[in-house]
Nanobody, 122 residues
Framework: HVQLVESGGGSVQAGGSLKLSCTAS????????MAWFRQSPGKEREGIAS???????MYSDSVKGRFAISRDDARSTLYLEMTNLRPEDTAMYTC?????????????????WGQGTQVTVS
């Protein structure tokens, strides 16, 4: 099955930027719609951005206008460019993939998940 590995997390001051990456190990991501989720202690997991096989994108209201999702299918890598970060963006960020969903979606049951990368904003 698809193995996803995130990187790029870290600590940053409010107002700063980070770029997360999610690479599929040994697989191509082109057949999958991809998404980023996040979860902080005591809160439910939140879907924040998705990009479809067709290149369509979708964002949660909490990140719209600040975060940008993109994909490089040739490199089997998904990205999340995060700008104007706020303390409330502090969370574990995880990428996920789903098959047979041509368009961006945060409502599908994602099948493949990475381990996550921590983002801390102070």
């Amino acid at each position: 099955h698809v193995q996803l590995v995130e990187s790029g997390g870290g600590s940053v001051q409010a107002g700063g930027s980070l770029k997360l990456s999610c690479t599929a190990s040994g697989y191509v991501i082109s057949p999958y719609t991809m998404a980023w989720f996040r979860q902080s202690p005591g809160k439910e997991r939140e879907g924040i951005a998705s990009i479809g096989i067709d290149g369509s994108t979708m964002y949660s209201d909490s990140v719209k206008g600040r975060f940008a999702i993109s994909r490089d299918d040739a490199r089997s890598t998904l990205y999340l460019e995060m700008t104007n970060l706020r303390p409330e963006d502090t969370a574990m960020y995880t990428c996920a993939a789903v098959e047979r969903e041509p368009k961006a979606t945060l409502l599908a049951v994602y099948r493949y998940w990475g381990q996550g990368t921590q983002v801390t904003v102070s």
